[in-house]
C-alpha cells in the first residue's frame, strides 16, 4: 500500500526529512507531514556567517530563521538539527555567483544552491539518516508516471510556482523528493499554518538573496572579485564611446534606469562585455533575441534528450522567472543544444537560466531546461532591431 507521498508503507513507519528554512512554507510541511503520522526529522542549514542579516526583513536563512525552525520542530514535536554547510555553500553559491557576475552574465543563485546544496548535499545526508524521501516547501509538484518515474510540474497556484528555480533537478533526484505544497495556494498554506498554530503563520517571505545581508550584492562582488568593479566605457551599438561606467557589476541586460547618460530616446543596456568592460547599450528593440546557446542542458523528459530532440523539438521556455514560457524550438547543435524563440524575447541575458515545458501555462510538466550562455537576434528580429536610428539614439 502506498501512503500520501507515494511511498510504500504506514506514514508512521515512514522517516522524513524536511528541510525546513525557518519560512511559514517549510514548516507547514513538517507540520502536515507530522499530523499525518509520518516520522519526521527537520533540518535547517546554515549557510552563511549571518550576523548583519540576523534581523533584515526578506532575507532568508539568517540567525532568526534558526531560531524560527526550531521553534516550530519543537511546536510540533519533531526532532530538529542544524548543520553547518557554511563551507560548501561559500564554494558552490557565493563564488559561483561572483565568478558569473564578474564574467558579465547574470546568475540566479537560487538554482545553484538547490541542485548543488539541498538535493545534493542534503539530499545525502537524508539518505543517511535512513529517510525514504526529503519533502521541502517549494510551490513545485511530482507526479507519478506509468513506468514508476516521477515527473516535476508547475505548481497549482502559478503566482508562487518555483518550477523556474528547479528545472536542474535530475530523474534520480526526483525519485527521491516530495513537495507537499505543490498543489495548494499561498493563502491554504498560511491558513493551515494558523491551524497548527505556528508563529510563522504571517511571517514575511523572503525576497533578498539570502547571503546579501544589506540587499546590495554588489559589496560581495567587490570583495570576493575586485575587478568586477573597476569603471570602463560605454558604447552604443557601433562601439561609438558615450560614456563611461563604474563596474560591469552595476547593470544586467534590459536595464534602462542608472546610465548616466542624457539622450534623445530611451537607452537599454544590451551587452555587458566582462573582457573589455565595456557596457554596449542601444534602443529597446535592440534587446529582442531569438536564438540561444545552452550549457549544461539537464532532461528530465521522457527518454534520452537526443531521441526526443531527434531533428527539432517543439517546446516552451521560461527565460525569467517572472515571464511566462513561450514557444520555442529545441535543436541539437555543434556538441550542444540551442533553442529558437518563436516570437523572440527581451533582456535575455547569459548565466541566466532556460526552463523547457510542455505546456505554456497549467501544471505543465517540466522538461529540464539550461543555463544561457549566449543570445542573438537573427533574421528579422536582427532586421527590426536595427530600423531605429542609431544616430537619434546617440541624441
Known sequence: ??????????PQDTKIVVAMSGGVDSSVTAALLKSEGYDVIGITLQLYDHGAATHRKGACCAGQDIHD?????????????????????RESVIDNFAD??????????????NRSIKFRDLLKTARELGASTLATGHYVASRRMP??????????????????????????????LRFPLGDMTKAQTRELARRFGLDVADKQ??????????????????????????????VDLDGHVIG?????????????????IAASAPLYVVKLD????????????????????????????????????????????????????????????????????????????????????????GQARVL????????????????AAMQPLIEAVRG
Open 100 to 113: 558569473s557576475y564578474a564574467s558579465g552574465e547574470t546568475p540566479v543563485p537560487c538554482i545553484e544552491c
Open 244 to 260: 563611461r561606467h563604474r563596474g560591469i557589476v552595476h547593470f544586467t541586460v534590459g536595464q534602462r534606469k542608472g546610465l548616466g
Open 368 to 383: 529540464g531546461g539550461g543555463f544561457i550562455q549566449s543570445a542573438t537576434a537573427s533574421g528579422a528580429t536582427a532586421k
Open 147 to 176: 513506468d514508476g518515474s516521477r515527473a516535476l510540474v508547475c505548481a497549482a497556484d502559478a503566482d508562487r510556482d518555483q518550477s523556474y528555480f528547479l528545472f536542474a533537478t535530475t530523474r534520480e533526484q526526483l525519485d527521491y
Open 205 to 234: 517571505d523572503s525576497q533578498d538573496i539570502c547571503f546579501v545581508p544589506t540587499g546590495r550584492y554588489t559589496d560581495v562582488i567587490g570583495q570576493l572579485r575586485p575587478d568586477a568593479i573597476d569603471p570602463g566605457d560605454i
Open 274 to 361: 566582462a573582457a573589455s568592460r565595456r557596457i554596449v547599450v542601444g534602443p529597446r528593440e535592440a534587446l529582442r533575441m531569438d536564438h540561444i546557446v545552452l550549457r549544461d542542458v539537464n532532461w528530465i523528459g521522457d527518454g534520452p534528450l537526443d531521441r526526443a530532440v531527434g531533428n527539432g523539438l517543439e517546446i516552451f521556455v521560461r527565460v525569467r522567472s517572472t515571464r511566462a514560457p513561450q514557444p520555442a524550438w529545441l535543436r541539437a547543435a555543434e556538441g550542444g543544444y540551442e533553442v529558437e524563440l518563436v516570437a523572440g524575447e527581451e533582456g535575455v541575458s547569459p548565466g541566466q537560466a532556460c526552463a523547457f515545458y510542455d505546456a505554456p501555462s
Open 69 to 89: 525552525a526550531r521553534n516550530v520542530a519543537e511546536r510540533i514535536g519533531i526532532p530538529h538539527y542544524v548543520l553547518d554547510y557554511e563551507s560548501r555553500f
Open 1 to 10: 500500500m502506498r501512503n500520501s507521498l507515494d511511498i510504500e508503507g504506514r
